[in-house]
């Protein structure tokens, strides 16, 4: 937490130190980072994937536009706009889980396009510019930042208290879990309005940096796709993964861009791979290398005898300490 | 009243998407996100083929039946031993693969499939060709329930549907037999890929939105029924075709609000 608060303050300061230059990429990565996060919290934490969080994104850019408020107060606005849409449509949507929820939730996504480009039309919306361009680009570049920090620490926050644990026996096994008395559709709520809020909030922010949406483009599943990509290699049901997911994600965006289907084959794949063989991403084979709560820098992966097993702290989600 | 004969014929192609869809859920528990794209697949296999429709299926057919076998023992079987989210994660990266693979190899050209002098003909101005379809989808739902209910196949399919551990215990090998439904359900989805390439156009982004149409065809009849299956195709069918009257632009929007209503007031299905 002392740590993520230490990355936030440093990259607040970019605007000031480092300039127009620097923002441009940063705003990228941390949507990127946002995004991924708010996915882990719904497919990680509460065992729900879903195909269709770009209807979120969708709601927040036009939420943004239809209030037709200045970015700098209409991010939150946009939030809470897609985060009440939330509720509704997690009634029939809870009623189900794995691929049916999956698929629902991509009608559902379907369902706000088609309403939104009827409403709209297909050839997209743009917003006026309020601010001159370098104080709305640093404007865009705060929100992104605040927005991916809120989303970082919400879930560590969240994943760290009773909330946490709930969510965690949900994800492992719902029916193992309402035995125990947790309320499986009550936390999957939680979470899925939740992930709907922040992602809405990542929407405000894509349109404010674009300052033009289009219904074809932010309600492309292709978002579910990068989502799902970036969680499931940087390490699904752990903290770290999608930031480091969102990394990976981002290089290989500005690396392979240019070779069209092939690099989307490669994400596919990679995806596949990494589902099958490597269940827990990086942070998962790797155990986190930087000095833990625990005092353990490595996972130990061939534990002597499997009592070692369980005394290991760095091994997964299971083992986090509260604060 | 033309339009309720197209709605209907409609919905016997997306129920012929449907059912294998449907199969794969009712017996191995995997919901295909790749379904759709295995169908354009289809439709895809007869323009490599280059040879006319007709003699192309007998071709594509097995083809389909031995991808969903290799599939299934290369994919499936290890996303269903690995947790409730792995089949959902590794279907969606195999839909991403597969439409990337068609617009790599193929270009992302719409495209359609020749079907020769009878896809001309009509009948009282209703083609001929869609009569075809319908009766094939109504013949292969048929002809699966029936094999299905009477067949010693179809008995060790339920049984193993049933309970997968009791199935093993008396003796019935399920790997082979999840493989060989896994076959059963992408040869059919093939079979109704080249169906929506001889009645339209197909492109290799067509998978995601067949895949939608197919999921609530089942989810609309019923989880679990091939006849529940057969009716909520129809169901969308005419809703397309009734609410395409009023506004070509609201007929795919109908199709969604009508499977949200079901989803929210009758979530068993209509015909459950």
Same mark, same amino acid.
């Given at each position: 937490m002392k740590f993520l608060a230490l990355i936030t303050v440093v990259l607040a300061g970019v605007p000031f130190y480092a300039g127009p230059a620097w923002e441009r990429p940063l705003i990228d990565l941390l949507t990127l980072a946002a995004m991924a996060s708010l996915w882990n919290l719904l497919a990680g934490f509460a065992g729900l994937a879903s195909f269709g969080q770009q209807a979120y994104l969708g709601i927040g850019a036009y939420a943004l536009f239809a209030t037709g408020l200045d970015p700098l107060v209409g991010v939150p606005v946009a939030a809470v706009a897609a985060g009440l849409a939330a509720v509704p449509a997690s009634v029939p949507l809870l009623r189900l889980s794995g691929g049916h929820f999956a698929v629902a939730t991509w009608v559902l996504a379907e369902i706000a396009r088609l309403t939104v480009s009827m409403a709209t039309g297909n050839t997209g919306v743009a917003l006026p510019a309020a601010h001159e361009p370098l104080l709305r680009q640093a404007i865009t570049y705060w929100w992104a930042l605040a927005v991916a920090a809120g989303a970082v620490g919400g879930i560590l926050l969240l994943s760290r208290g009773r909330y946490g644990l709930a969510a965690r026996a949900v994800a492992g096994d719902a029916v193992a879990a309402a035995a125990s008395g947790v309320k499986v559709t009550w936390t999957r709520r939680v979470a899925y309005c939740l992930a709907a809020t922040g992602t809405g909030a990542v929407g405000a922010v894509l349109f404010a940096d674009a300052l033009y949406v289009q219904p074809s483009s932010i309600f492309n599943v292709q978002y579910s796709v990068s989502m799902m990509f970036m969680v499931l290699i940087g390490g699904i049901r752990t903290v770290e993964g999608p930031l480091l997911g969102a990394l990976i994600f981002f290089g290989l965006q500005r690396a392979l861009a240019g070779y069209g289907p092939w690099y989307l084959i490669l994400l596919g794949v990679i995806a596949i791979l990494m589902t099958l063989f490597l269940p827990r991403g990086i942070i998962g084979k790797v155990g986190r290398p930087w000095k833990s709560r625990a005092g *353990?820098?490595?996972?130990?992966?061939? @534990?002597?005898? @499997?009592?070692a097993r369980r005394r290991s702290?760095? *091994?997964?989600? *299971?083992?986090r300490e509260p604060s | 009243m033309n339009a309720l004969i197209h709605g209907v014929l409609l919905g016997g192609e997306y129920a012929l998407i449907a059912c294998g869809l449907s199969l794969a859920f009712g017996v191995m528990r995997l919901v295909n996100i790749a379904h759709g794209d295995l169908a354009v697949c289809g439709a895809y296999l007869v323009v490599f083929l280059g040879l006319p429709v007709a003699y192309a299926l007998p071709l594509v057919l097995p083809i389909a039946f031995g991808i969903g076998w290799l599939l299934n023992i290369t994919l499936f079987e290890r996303a269903l031993k690995a947790g409730d989210l792995a089949p959902v994660l590794v279907t969606f990266g195999l839909s991403v693969v597969i439409q990337n693979l068609l617009t790599e190899g193929a270009t992302a050209n719409p495209r359609t499939l020749d079907g020769g002098a009878i896809s001309l003909a009509e009948v009282g101005g209703v083609s001929v060709l869609r009569i075809i379809a319908f009766a094939v989808a109504v013949s292969v739902l048929g002809g699966l329930q029936l094999g299905l209910s009477y067949t010693g196949f179809g008995r060790r399919v339920r049984a193993t549907a049933d309970d997968v551990d009791t199935a093993r215990l008396v003796g019935i090998r399920v790997r082979p037999l999840f493989a060989a439904v896994a076959g059963i359900a992408v040869a059919t989805a093939a079979l109704a890929g080249v169906f929506l390439g001889l009645l339209g156009t197909v492109d290799p982004y067509t998978g995601g939105l067949t895949l939608i149409f197919a999921f609530e065809a089942v989810v609309i009849g019923g989880l679990g029924s091939l006849w529940g299956t057969l009716a909520g195709g129809i169901v969308i069918g005419l809703t397309q075709q009734l609410a395409g009257l009023w506004s070509v632009k609201f007929a795919v929007l109908a199709v969604h609000l009508v499977f949200l209503a079901v989803l929210t007031f009758r979530p068993r299905g209509l015909f459950a």
């Open positions: *353990r820098s490595y996972s130990v992966r061939w @534990p002597l005898w @499997p009592a702290k760095d *091994r997964g989600p *299971r083992a | -």
